[in-house]
């Protein structure tokens, strides 16, 4: 009889670099934010690091050179002058220096994420036969969950302008605050619904443009409560079947005002509005153990990751594990930033929230209202 052998070979490098790609393909709303991320780190939780912020872009002068080129003829826009009439610069015709000013901010790493799976010798002799979808998939299909879900708190939490102050708020807006009819499942108020939420969300665009928040990959993310407005809305256009397999991927059902809808059950009858670079995922791996059998630590796409593989010696066992250590922030602007003449400074204006309420309209006033405008007409 055959003896039976190990017939798994595992190169920690490329299993973690597959692990980290089925990572990425898996993630909704972790993979929104921003990334940033440091390999063999020697920190641990509670440190921080410093993230670049983009500056913006070198200003242009229309007459920003020094020595204009003249045509010697004044007068007469209609004639050139000859070669030999072209004056000499005698001075240099530089444009302005401009300064790339990439300020920095610290993102703390707060929390450690970690799984892991035993693999017993019989499950690695009888019952694994592809590593990559009966063990691969579970661990990185748990990370995303986890990062989906962290993600979703933590823009509950911090996507507000909430913070800024009156003078901000009227050069920028702030928060954006609807109240909606309840339903009653009739066509007037599924249309009554739909335009209160389109109203607030012609407001967090304007609120957006107003902050000069880029246009492309902006975000609307809410719960099923508001896609199911959307969707009764006659006006709203899906992209279910579009053939976009990454819009579906990401968990975008459509596109309204410029903004991908997300939808994550983590929100009720509430949504945020922010652009991808409102938010920022730092992560970061310390270095493999000394203790550990093999390891690797690899980046993709800015997810900083590491694998360990060890070996449990009492119960003839093998274990596989991911963890990273990693913070969120939200990126706040320039400390030198004004928007028509306002200071907004550190503040953070790259998304907003917006508070829906459901509340019964009096119809007695309501009544009232329309006979004063036949009234007035």
């Known amino acids: 009889m055959a003896l039976t052998t190990h017939h798994i070979n595992l190169d920690p490098k490329q299993v973690t670099i597959a692990a980290l790609g089925l990572l990425d393909r898996q993630l909704t709303l972790g993979g929104i934010p921003a990334r940033y991320s440091e390999l063999a780190f020697t920190g641990g939780l509670g440190d921080v690091i410093n993230v670049n912020r983009e500056s913006r872009g070198i200003p242009v002068q229309a007459s920003g050179i020094t020595e204009p080129i003249w045509n010697p003829i004044k007068g007469d826009k209609t004639k050139f002058a000859a070669a030999s009439d072209r004056p000499l610069p005698t001075t240099d015709r530089r444009a302005p220096v401009g300064f790339i000013n990439e300020s920095r901010f610290p993102v703390v790493l707060t929390t450690l994420a970690q799984n892991a799976t035993t693999l017993s010798m019989e499950q690695a002799a009888f019952d694994i036969r592809q590593f990559g979808s009966q063990v691969l998939t579970k661990l990185t299909r748990g990370f995303a969950e986890y990062f989906d879900d962290t993600t979703a708190l933590f ?15 009227k050069a920028v807006g702030g928060d954006v605050e609807v109240t ?3 339903a009653d499942g009739t066509a ?3 249309k009554a619904r739909a335009l209160g939420l389109r109203t607030a969300l012609v407001d967090a665009r304007m609120a957006m ?7 492309s990959e902006r975000y609307l993310i809410a719960g099923p409560e508001v896609e199911a407005i ?5 006006e709203f256009v899906a992209v279910d079947y579009s053939g976009d397999t990454n819009a579906l991927r990401r968990a975008i059902v459509g596109r309204i005002y410029g903004f991908d809808i997300v939808i994550h059950n983590s929100f009720g009858l509430e949504a945020y509005l922010f652009h991808k670079s409102a938010m920022i995922l730092v992560s970061a791996c310390p270095a493999i153990p000394m203790g550990a059998v093999n390891g690797s630590i690899q980046n993709i796409n800015g997810i900083a990751t590491r694998m360990l593989i060890d070996y449990d010696y009492g119960k003839k066992a093998d274990t596989i594990g991911l963890d990273t250590m990693y ?3 939200t990126v706040k602007e320039d400390p030198d930033y004004s928007v028509r003449g ?3 400074g550190e503040s953070f204006v790259r998304g907003l929230k917006i508070a829906i309420t459901e509340k019964p309209v009096d119809k007695a006033t309501a009544k009232l209202s329309q006979g004063d405008m036949t009234l007035a007409a």
């Open 327 to 329: 913070g969120l922030s």
């Open 188 to 190: 007037e108020n599924m």
């Open 209 to 215: 443009n107003l902050a000069n928040v880029p246009a």
């Open 230 to 234: 959307l969707l009764k809305d006659p």
């Open 180 to 182: 909606i009819p309840p």
């Open 342 to 344: 306002v200071g907004i």
């Open 155 to 169: 823009i509950k939490s911090n996507i507000t302008r909430s913070g800024l102050s009156a003078a901000q708020k």
